[in-house]
């Protein structure tokens, strides 16, 4: 099945209320198992990786004393990657699997972690990657000091820093080297803070002693990864005039970088009681954007598609993890962004030399001839390329992969007066 999506016009105007943050309601979700207290989580991300979370959980805590429960997240790495920690923990023994491309993301980091920590856990199938048989942590051995590569995936630094405060002696973790997604990691300790529990962050080492999580209600903002798809269709726009509801202006997630990103796209944003107000500023576009995007890679597709759009030449860096993702989404931005005649480019060594980065070029300007995008199973190639139909009339390929993390996005594009057929 493909969508056909086209819009008669180039004008955003409209209302549209975003979904709860898959980030954070994923970490309220686990929050809220460890604390073995029932409280309310409120806007809650109606994604299918957060509605997968909640059913496994639910699953889990309602299975009989003794039995094995085999745990399912489909295509939901956060979800795998969060249930590794809190299962590590529990008792009795589960089995913990995935999609055929969830058994090809490596998970080797996380189970070396927890075994350290005394955690039960052996390879089903091939080592280092899922499935898991979880059993019982050994009631013997509790280590707490740990080490971990700085510049590993910050879901498995944030599933060890969840489970830390129940841990008998805490736990001390060692980031070594330079860290990445530092707002992600950010991103839960502040959240453990709102449910009670304390942590000290002293150059590379953090420090969380034993602890008991707080139950208390709690109301999830909206998904800033969401936004960058409503930026990308005003930056794309001749007329903006576009309310996003359910966004903080101090925000715990690193997307929210999205609002100073705009900016050198024409773009003003301004935050109001129920979210932020989208406008063109009146100033021009940059034609050259340069941006990092280590803290904040799921935006990364976007603003690739946003320069291609628009013709700007950008240059990326910081796209360390996309190649691990639901799929290689480096591979996908340079198949996809080709069929319209932008070409995504990795930049020879020699222009990394100085700053021991990777460097991805972005050229040239879009021609929209009815090209039919892949999705490759990614929620994020969907509703990055969608913009696109401002352009011209498009077609997205498997559309609903956007349920991962966004089942509304059609709609909302309908809301803006897109056609969908």
């Known amino acids: 099945m493909a969508y056909l ?28 198992a460890l604390s073995g207290q029932d409280f309310s989580i409120k806007r809650i991300s109606t994604s299918k990786d957060t509605i997968t979370l909640e059913r496994l959980l639910a699953e889990f805590t309602s299975q009989k004393e003794g039995e094995e429960v085999e745990l399912n997240t489909g295509h939901a790495g956060t979800t795998f990657r969060f249930l590794t920690g809190y299962l590590a923990a529990q008792k009795g023994t589960q089995i913990l699997t995935g999609s055929d491309r969830m058994k090809q993301r490596p998970i080797g980091i996380l189970v070396k972690a927890l075994r350290n920590l005394g955690a039960d856990i052996q390879y089903l199938e091939n080592e280092g ?7 019982e942590r050994k009631k013997d051995f509790f280590n707490n000091t740990l080490t971990i590569s700085a510049n590993t995936s910050s879901q498995y630094i944030s599933s060890l820093l969840m489970l830390a405060p129940t841990l008998p002696n805490g736990l001390e973790l060692t980031l070594d080297g330079k860290i990445v997604s530092i707002p992600y990691i950010q991103m839960t300790l502040k959240l453990m803070e709102k449910f009670g529990v304390l942590h000290n962050w002293d150059g590379n080492k953090i420090s969380i002693a034993p602890q008991k999580y707080e139950g208390k209600d ?16 005003a930056i794309l726009a001749d007329k903006v005039d576009l309310q996003l509801n359910g966004l903080f202006e101090k925000s715990t997630q690193g997307d929210a970088a999205m609002v100073k990103i705009a900016e050198q796209f024409g773009i003003s944003s301004t935050f109001n009681e129920n979210g932020i107000h989208l406008k063109k500023s009146g100033n021009e576009s940059t034609k050259m954007f340069e941006y990092d995007f280590l803290e904040c890679p799921d935006i990364a597709q976007t603003l690739a598609v946003i320069c291609g759009g628009l013709g700007t030449t950008g240059l990326f860096t ?23 005649q932008v070409f995504f480019s990795k930049l020879p060594p020699k222009f990394s030399k100085k700053s021991d980065k990777t460097f991805y070029m972005t050229e040239g300007k879009a021609v929209v001839d009815n090209p039919t995008f892949k999705t490759y199973e990614d929620h994020r190639m969907a509703m990055a390329f969608a913009p696109l139909a401002l352009l011209g009339k498009i077609k997205i390929e498997k559309p609903m992969v ?8 059609y709609k909302d594009l309908e809301r803006l007066d897109f056609l969908i057929e």
């Open 5 to 32: 999506i086209s819009k008669s016009d180039k004008i955003i105007k409209g209302e549209i209320t975003l979904n709860g943050s898959k980030s954070i309601s994923n970490r309220a979700l686990i929050l809220r």
């Open 129 to 135: 990657y899922p499935p898991l048989q979880i059993g």
């Open 218 to 233: 709690f109301i999830v903002e909206a998904d800033w990864s969401a936004a960058s798809y409503h930026f990308s269709l």
């Open 318 to 340: 910081g796209l360390d993890t996309l190649s691990i993702k639901e799929t290689d989404r480096i591979a996908a931005l340079q198949n996809e962004l080709q069929k319209v």
């Open 402 to 409: 956007v349920v991962k993390s966004y089942p509304g996005f």
